[in-house]
């Protein structure tokens, strides 16, 4: 594995030389099984870029008339998420 330009993930693909095929910038982007996302560039972590993927999926189901809470969410890791609404309108998750 090739590391990228910031230490703390590593490069996914197999050689330096196709990392700098695909752009030479070094864009991560992580999906964690707990819901959250983070997003690293080559000068490090760029948190306005780290929405959770849960609660974007979420949006888009309401989008689609279909109520969040109302839908069993299994995880990447196999564990499973509950969804409540809170006070302010939001939703947020229990895992």
Request: proline fraction near 5%; hydrophobic fraction near 35%.
């Amino acid at each position: 594995m090739v590391y990228s330009y910031h230490p703390a993930i590593a490069c996914m693909y197999s050689t330096y030389e196709e990392c700098e095929y695909r752009g030479g910038t070094m864009n991560h982007a992580l999906f964690f099984a707990n819901g959250n996302t983070a997003f690293f560039d080559e000068s490090g972590q760029v948190p306005e870029l780290q929405r959770s993927w849960l609660k974007m999926y979420i949006a888009f189901l309401q989008e689609h008339g279909i109520d969040p809470t109302k839908v069993d969410y299994t995880l990447p890791n196999s564990s499973h998420a509950v969804v409540f609404p809170t006070s302010d309108g939001d939703f947020n998750w229990q895992i």
